[in-house]
């Protein structure tokens, strides 16, 4: 692909979302259930235009495990717009009815709603195949003349929905013959609403470090316009990490505590039992900190740190996040030895049984460095959290699978029943779970019923399952959908994905100049016990969840 550097965005690129719908909505409209589908011929105002979803290396993992069932589920769940079709592109010598054939059984396997021979024959008639290789010039004239053809049968107006499910080694080919071929257009803005438009959805990693990540955002910028772009992370997706906002901002009676006057420190952990079943290559090229890290983990700080947006919309609230992240103090210098833990786990025992370590796996070096685990100590520089000390961690291998995020509050300045307590009562904590068990439990202290004024710690539960009563929608459904609309507040732009980066650059950059080496840890633990050292140096601990 040609290194002609892009223009830097354009006040247009960065603002072109923002007026849409702007009929003084409520902040939280879009958090409206998905799953309400039309009646009566009304027009839902969540209906997409009529469009083709085309998904390259849709004969991948990614397609079969989260993209079609999840399109399978909107389909039922959700008025998408007539014609709606999708072709997938990839190498294999697929015919329509094989490919079909394949994704009725991906979509059996992990859709939410049950399929049945009539509403699949339906659906599946929006179902076509290209084969081809990404770098083939060939590719894109078939798939050029695919997509004519379906436009006029299934009258989807030229709209396109590109979906990048492939290795990121192959982003640079597809982008650029994209653009060679003409199939996708770039766009600045679009001021008609019944104009024809072109969006292209990427996967993460965006990048391996900070030029790379620059690279393929210039790289991009030759085709597509940054409106036109929707780097997708699933974890903004899921309908517990939207609703961590609207705790904070629809509730009076938990923002105004969220500052540093109140708040202790807040814990961000995204603990994993597996390990990394299978995929020792990719995790050899990754490791924890650009898995997890740089992407998911710096999400959930954002989203628990951030300045209520005007409005929940596109630009505002990306505008937010970014304002954050700028804030961010990372560990830098000598500081990554003791800020920065990085752990691997060894051999060890999983739910009884007896687990080989990360060394062991396929596709690993025998003398890898990689890290499974990693605790970082960061810091928000700005007027709502100074001085208050966020802790993340991830691992692999650790003892149970679970996303939360822990805010730690102030002691009370004066404890009236100090005199009639053998202990005072520990902090009140919200604890926000991503996963597995969605909901919102708050901590705090109540009398023990009798004629003493003990105190005892007790927990306020809410859970999603039992208070709506359904399943929550996967979060590819929401975000899928939102590509479709145009609606780019779920997804990162290139300032927030390059400022991600910076953060963790300077870990990356201390790693490989030997700060802070890859302790072992057992396989069914908590991680190395340098991670504990680190929490416990400023006189906390880390929670078990």
Same mark, same amino acid.
């Given at each position: 692909?040609?290194?002609?550097?892009?223009?830097?965005?354009?006040?247009?690129?960065?603002?072109?979302?923002?007026?849409?719908?702007?009929?003084?909505?409520?902040?939280?409209?879009?958090?409206?259930?998905?799953?309400?589908?039309?009646?009566?011929?009304?027009?839902?105002?969540?209906?997409?235009?009529?469009?083709?979803?085309?998904?390259?290396?849709?004969?991948?993992?990614?397609?079969?495990?989260?993209?079609?069932?999840?399109?399978?589920?909107?389909?039922?769940?959700?008025?998408?717009?007539?014609?709606?079709?999708?072709?997938?592109?990839?190498?294999?010598?697929?015919?329509?009815?094989? @490919?079909?054939?394949?994704?009725?059984?991906?979509?059996? !396997?992990?859709?939410?709603?049950?399929?049945?021979?009539?509403?699949?024959?339906?659906?599946?008639?929006?179902?076509?195949?290209?084969?081809?290789?990404?770098?083939?010039?060939?590719?894109?004239?078939?798939?050029?003349?695919?997509?004519?053809?379906?436009?006029?049968?299934?009258?989807?107006?030229?709209?396109?929905?590109?979906?990048?499910?492939?290795?990121?080694?192959?982003?640079?080919?597809?982008?650029?013959? =994209?653009?060679?071929?003409?199939?996708?257009?770039?766009?600045?803005?679009?001021?008609?609403? !019944?104009?024809?438009?072109?969006?292209?959805?990427?996967?993460?990693?965006?990048?391996?470090?900070?030029?790379?990540?620059?690279?393929?955002?210039?790289?991009?910028?030759?085709?597509?316009?940054?409106?036109?772009?929707?780097?997708?992370?699933? $974890?903004?997706?899921?309908?517990?990490?939207?609703?961590?906002?609207?705790?904070?901002?629809?509730?009076?009676?938990?923002?105004?505590? @969220?500052?540093?006057?109140?708040?202790?420190?807040?814990?961000?952990?995204?603990?994993?039992?597996?390990?990394?079943?299978?995929?020792?290559? $990719?995790?050899?090229?990754?490791?924890?900190?650009?898995?997890?890290?740089?992407?998911?983990?710096?999400?959930?700080?954002?989203?628990?740190?951030?300045?209520?947006?005007?409005?929940?919309?596109?630009?505002?609230?990306?505008?937010?996040?970014?304002?954050?992240?700028?804030?961010?103090?990372?560990?830098?210098?000598?500081?990554?030895?003791?800020?920065?833990?990085?752990?691997? $786990?060894?051999?060890?025992?999983?739910?009884?049984?007896?687990?080989?370590?990360?060394?062991?796996?396929?596709?690993?070096?025998?003398?890898?460095?990689?890290?499974? @685990?990693?605790?970082?100590?960061?810091?928000?520089?700005?007027?709502?959290?100074?001085?208050?000390?966020?802790?993340?961690?991830?691992?692999?291998?650790?003892?149970?699978?679970?996303?939360?995020?822990?805010?730690?509050?102030?002691?009370?300045?004066?404890?009236?029943?100090?005199?009639?307590?053998?202990?005072?009562?520990?902090?009140?904590?919200?604890?926000?779970?991503?996963?597995?068990?969605?909901?919102?439990?708050?901590?705090?202290?109540?009398?023990?019923?009798?004629?003493?004024?003990?105190?005892?710690?007790?927990?306020?539960?809410?859970?999603?399952?039992?208070?709506?009563?359904?399943?929550?929608?996967?979060?590819?459904?929401?975000?899928?959908?939102?590509?479709?609309?145009?609606?780019?507040? =779920?997804?990162?732009?290139?300032?927030?994905?390059?400022?991600?980066?910076?953060?963790?650059?300077?870990?990356?950059?201390?790693?490989?100049?030997?700060?802070?080496?890859?302790?072992?840890?057992?396989?069914?633990?908590?991680?190395?016990?340098?991670?504990?050292?680190?929490?416990?140096?400023?006189?906390?601990?880390?929670?078990?969840?």
């Amino acid at each position: 692909m040609t290194s002609t550097q892009a223009p830097a965005p354009t006040a247009a690129d960065i603002t072109a979302t923002r007026g849409q719908d702007s009929g003084g909505r409520n902040l939280f409209d879009d958090f409206a259930p998905l799953g309400n589908p039309l009646r009566d011929g009304l027009t839902d105002k969540r209906t997409p235009d009529p469009c083709v979803m085309v998904i390259f290396g849709v004969t991948g993992d990614l397609t079969a495990r989260k993209l079609m069932p999840a399109l399978w589920d909107l389909a039922v769940g959700h008025p998408l717009p007539e014609g709606f079709s999708i072709v997938g592109v990839s190498r294999r010598s697929w015919t329509d009815e094989e @490919f079909r054939e394949e994704m009725r059984a991906a979509v059996v !396997r992990g859709a939410r709603t049950p399929v049945t021979d009539e509403a699949w024959k339906q659906f599946s008639e929006g179902l076509f195949y290209v084969a081809g290789d990404f770098a083939a010039a060939q590719t894109y004239t078939d798939l050029a003349s695919r997509l004519e053809a379906i436009d006029t049968e299934r009258r989807t107006q030229g709209n396109r929905l590109f979906y990048l499910a492939t290795s990121p080694t192959y982003f640079p080919d597809i982008i650029e013959n =994209l653009g060679t071929s003409g199939i996708a257009e770039r766009r600045e803005i679009y001021s008609d609403p !019944r104009e024809r438009w072109n969006r292209v959805v990427v996967e993460k990693p965006f990048g391996h470090d900070v030029e790379s990540a620059r690279q393929l955002i210039q790289e991009m910028a030759t085709v597509f316009s940054e409106q036109q772009i929707y780097r997708i992370d699933h $974890y903004l997706g899921k309908e517990t990490v939207q609703n961590v906002m609207a705790f904070r901002f629809a509730n009076i009676l938990f923002e105004p505590v @969220f500052n540093r006057s109140y708040v202790e420190h807040i814990q961000i952990t995204a603990a994993e039992a597996i390990g990394v079943e299978g995929r020792g290559g $990719y995790y050899e090229d990754s490791g924890a900190l650009r898995d997890m890290v740089q992407s998911h983990l710096l999400q959930l700080l954002t989203v628990v740190a951030m300045e209520p947006p005007a409005v929940f919309r596109g630009d505002e609230v990306r505008d937010e996040k970014v304002k954050v992240l700028r804030s961010v103090v990372p560990p830098i210098g000598p500081q990554v030895d003791s800020r920065a833990i990085r752990g691997q $786990y060894g051999a060890g025992y999983m739910g009884g049984k007896p687990v080989e370590g990360y060394l062991t796996e396929r596709g690993v070096r025998p003398e890898s460095q990689t890290e499974t @685990f990693v605790a970082l100590k960061l810091e928000i520089d700005n007027w709502r959290w100074a001085n208050v000390p966020f802790y993340l961690r991830t691992g692999k291998r650790l003892p149970r699978r679970v996303t939360e995020i822990a805010i730690t509050f102030k002691k009370v300045p004066h404890l009236m029943f100090r005199n009639a307590v053998d202990t005072a009562p520990d902090s009140n904590v919200i604890t926000m779970r991503i996963q597995p068990d969605e909901g919102i439990a708050i901590r705090f202290a109540a009398k023990v019923p009798g004629p003493t004024n003990k105190l005892r710690n007790v927990p306020m539960d809410f859970y999603y399952g039992s208070t709506f009563g359904e399943t929550s929608p996967d979060a590819y459904e929401r975000l899928i959908l939102d590509a479709m609309l145009g609606d780019p507040t =779920l997804f990162q732009r290139r300032d927030e994905v390059e400022t991600a980066w910076g953060i963790v650059q300077p870990v990356l950059d201390g790693w490989a100049n030997g700060l802070s080496p890859t302790r072992q840890y057992d396989s069914g633990t908590w991680g190395p016990a340098e991670a504990d050292a680190m929490v416990r140096e400023d006189g906390f601990h880390w929670r078990r969840p």
